[in-house]
């Protein structure tokens, strides 16, 4: 069974910064492409950036130049460094991952989500 956790969500005023993580756990033999996705109430989920395995990166316009995305694949860690933040950033934030495990294959996983909120 695979779990995928994020931590570092949590209230910042405009123009701030915050980096969020997302580790993922149990019978993993291999992880493709991994993403964050952000949803506010009311609206579809949609992404933010993501980070395919030994490829370079993708944004959101509308994140493009203000939020990295990175992984560590020893550490089997998503990032998401977030700077210039601004109140429409406000949004539930979940991690997604394709994980290989010996089990079932290949499957897409999401986190639980953390709640990031911009204060203006």
């Known amino acids: 069974q695979v779990q995928l956790v994020e931590s570092g969500g949590g209230l910042v005023q405009a123009g701030g910064s915050l980096r969020l993580s997302c580790t993922a756990s149990?019978?993993?033999?291999?992880?493709?492409?991994m993403g964050w996705y952000r949803q506010v109430p009311g609206k579809q989920r949609e992404l933010a950036a993501v980070?395919?395995?030994?490829?370079?990166?993708n944004y959101a316009d509308s994140v493009k130049g203000r939020f990295t995305i990175s992984r560590d694949n020893y550490k089997n860690t998503l990032y998401l460094q977030m700077n210039s933040l601004k109140p429409e950033d406000t949004a539930v934030y979940y991690c997604n991952a394709v994980i290989r495990t010996s089990d079932v294959g290949w499957r897409n996983y999401w986190g639980q989500g953390t709640q990031v909120t911009v204060s203006s």
């Open positions: 980070i395919p395995s030994g490829a370079s990166a």
């Open positions: 149990g019978s993993i033999i291999s992880i493709g492409t």
